[in-house]
């Protein structure tokens, strides 16, 4: 499935392309796996009885692209995930969000496929 993925620009820009535009571009997704990270606070009485505070939930994803070979794309993924690296906020699919941790691009195969893993966590 093909997500359209907005960001602006303002690193490793690709050619054509300027600094502080926003740009929108749909990528197929073969995994968009949902997380959900707890922020809790536990502690233990002397009895052994658990006290936990519940202080939020962060929902994202983890996505991989599917094997992409095509050199405009590439650039793009390239584009938008460095350009978010510093905790821009963009936007798939309508639902804003974060970079959470690093990404990655990983050569498929010696035809010049490439495939990109990142996840995201919401920004509202």
């Known amino acids: 499935m093909a997500y359209t993925i907005t960001y ?3 690193r490793s820009i690709s050619g054509g392309r300027s600094s502080g535009t926003s740009y929108a571009f749909a ?8 997380t959900a990270t707890r922020q809790i606070s536990t502690a233990v009485s002397l009895s052994g009885r658990r006290f936990t505070n ?5 929902i994202g994803f ?10 405009a794309v590439i650039a793009q993924m390239v584009e938008f995930l460095d350009s978010c690296a510093g905790g821009e906020i963009f936007d798939i699919a309508g ?6 941790g690093d990404y990655s691009q ?7 496929f490439y495939s990109f893993t990142f996840s995201v966590v919401g920004a509202d």
């Open 106 to 112: 990983s050569l498929v195969d010696i035809s010049g």
């Open 54 to 58: 519940f202080h939020r939930l962060d």
């Open 27 to 34: 990528v197929p997704l073969v995994r968009a796996d949902r």
């Open 8 to 10: 602006t620009a303002k």
């Open 95 to 100: 639902t804003n969000y974060v970079l959470d």
């Open 62 to 71: 983890t996505a991989q692209t599917a094997p992409i070979n095509d050199a």
